[in-house]
């Protein structure tokens, strides 16, 4: 049984692979059908204009746009709205560009390959001592 804090209002509650306590979960999902019928209703406003007028938190609206739950409604939206956390470009949803998430992929490919090389290398250093030292001590003690 895992007890957490809910995050937003402070409370105590089962976990259950939700981050927020189920009333808190009833607020967020209210907020985000309030947003989405506001951008549906109000298309080319902006993030400002629509937290404003909502009483939505800007910073919320900025979570359901990253986690894609928004990715519609943010094409009516004047503007971009989110930038690649990496390199300022504009992007729809989430933290970074694809190019960057390729980058970043590729240079953790790179690195695991290195890794797994110099363990290999290692592994095979030791079993080259091994031999030698055996064969060491056989001609010691003739």
Do not use: H, W
């Given at each position: 049984?895992?007890?957490?804090?809910?995050?937003?209002?402070?409370?105590?509650?089962?976990?259950?692979g939700l981050r927020l306590c189920e009333n808190c979960r009833k607020i967020?999902?209210?907020?985000?059908?309030?947003?989405?019928?506001?951008?549906?209703?109000n298309p080319g406003t902006t993030v400002e204009k629509v937290a404003e007028?909502?009483?939505?938190?800007?910073?919320?609206?900025?979570?359901?746009?990253?986690?894609?739950?928004?990715?519609?409604?943010?094409?009516?939206?004047?503007?971009?709205?989110?930038?690649?956390?990496?390199?300022?470009?504009?992007?729809?949803?989430?933290?970074?560009?694809?190019?960057?998430?390729?980058?970043?992929?590729?240079?953790?490919?790179?690195?695991?390959?290195?890794?797994?090389?110099?363990?290999?290398?290692?592994?095979?250093?030791?079993?080259?001592?091994?031999?030698?030292?055996?064969?060491?001590?056989?001609?010691?003690?003739?």
């Open positions: 049984m895992d007890v957490r804090n809910c995050p937003r209002c402070g409370s105590i509650f089962l976990y259950c967020e999902e209210e907020e985000f059908e309030k947003v989405k019928a506001y951008l549906q209703k007028d909502t009483g939505v938190s800007l910073q919320q609206i900025m979570s359901f746009i990253r986690n894609g739950r928004l990715s519609e409604e943010t094409k009516n939206f004047s503007g971009d709205v989110l930038f690649c956390e990496r390199c300022q470009k504009p992007i729809s949803e989430g933290k970074m560009c694809l190019e960057c998430q390729r980058e970043l992929t590729q240079t953790f490919l790179k690195t695991q390959t290195k890794i797994r090389e110099q363990k290999a290398q290692k592994e095979t250093d030791k079993t080259k001592e091994a031999k030698v030292r055996f064969l060491n001590k056989a001609r010691d003690n003739k």
